[in-house]
Antibody
Framework: QVQLQESGPGLVKPSETLSLTCTIS????????WSWIRQSPGKGLEWIGY???????NYNPFLKSRVSISVDTSKNHISLNLSSVTAADTALYYC???????????????????WGQGTQVTVSS | EIEMKQSPATLSVSPGERATLSCRAS??????LAWYQQKPGQAPRLLIY???TRAIGIPARFTGSGSGTDFTLTISSLQSEDFAVYYC????????FGQGTKVEMK
C-alpha cells in the first residue's frame, strides 16, 4: 500500500525559502506524477505543481516564478522549494499521487488518488 | 483562470436523506471533473473522477454527473460517516479546486 509522508520545517521566516520533502513508501516513484498541494483558510485547496520520475515538471502559473519541484528516485522522494515566502504562504502542505486519466471525450485529466497527511508550515519572523 | 463555484456553502441533511451538491465552472470543461471528501484533521479523499467514475473503494451511494459547466455530486442515502466537506476539482490547464460544500447533520 502506497503511503506518502511530508517532512520539513514548520516555521519559515519571511523572504526565505520553504523546503519540504515527501517520501513515498510501499511503491515505486516511477510511472506516476507527484504533486504538491496546499490548503489554507483563505485560499482553500491550491495545486502548486507536479513532477514525474524523469524530473519533468509543471507548475501553477501563479506560483511558477517561486516554485521548484524535484525528484530523487534513489531515495523515492520528491522535494518542494518555494522562495521569497510571505505570510500568504502559511498553509498545510500536502504531497499527493496524480491519477492521470482520459475522460469520456478523450481529454486528459488529473485527479489525486493518494495523499500524505500534510505538514503545517507557518511563515513568521 | 477557471473559477469553480460550489453551492450551497453548507448543506444540512438528516441521515438517510439524499444530498445534492453542485459545482459550476466559469468556462466549459471537458469531462475532467473530480470530487473529494475531507473530514476534520484528514487529507482529502478522492471519490469521483472523470465526472462519474468512482475511485477504488468508494461506495455506490456516491454518484457524479454533469457536463459543460454544471456538475453534481449526489449522495443517495447519507450515512453518518458522510458528514464532511466536499470539494470539486477540474483539470483544464492546471488543477483547480472549488471552495467546498460542508455537509452537516440536520
Amino acid at each position: 500500500q502506497v503511503q506518502l509522508q511530508e517532512s520539513g520545517p514548520g516555521l519559515v521566516k519571511p523572504s526565505e525559502t520553504l523546503s519540504l520533502t515527501c517520501t513515498i513508501s510501499g511503491g515505486s516513484i516511477s510511472t506516476y506524477f507527484w504533486s504538491w498541494i496546499r490548503q489554507s483558510p483563505g485560499k482553500g485547496l491550491e495545486w502548486i505543481g507536479y513532477v514525474d520520475y524523469s524530473g519533468s515538471t509543471n507548475y501553477n502559473p501563479f506560483l511558477k516564478s517561486r516554485v521548484s519541484i524535484s525528484v530523487d528516485t534513489s531515495k523515492n522522494h520528491i522535494s518542494l522549494n518555494l522562495s521569497s515566502v510571505t505570510a500568504a504562504d502559511t498553509a498545510l502542505y500536502y504531497c499527493a499521487r496524480d491519477l492521470y486519466y482520459y475522460d469520456s471525450s478523450g481529454y486528459p485529466g488529473i485527479a489525486f488518488d493518494i495523499w500524505g497527511q500534510g505538514t503545517q508550515v507557518t511563515v513568521s519572523s | 483562470e477557471i473559477e469553480m463555484k460550489q453551492s450551497p456553502a453548507t448543506l444540512s441533511v438528516s441521515p438517510g436523506e439524499r444530498a445534492t451538491l453542485s459545482c459550476r465552472a466559469s468556462q466549459t470543461l471537458s469531462n475532467n471533473l473530480a470530487w473529494y471528501q475531507q473530514k476534520p484533521g484528514q487529507a482529502p479523499r478522492l471519490l469521483i473522477y472523470g465526472v462519474s467514475t468512482r475511485a477504488i473503494g468508494i461506495p455506490a451511494r456516491f454518484t457524479g454527473s454533469g457536463s459543460g459547466t454544471d456538475f453534481t455530486l449526489t449522495i443517495s442515502s447519507l450515512q453518518s460517516e458522510d458528514f464532511a466537506v466536499y470539494y470539486c476539482q477540474q483539470y483544464n490547464n492546471w488543477p483547480q479546486f472549488g471552495q467546498g460544500t460542508k455537509v452537516e447533520m440536520k
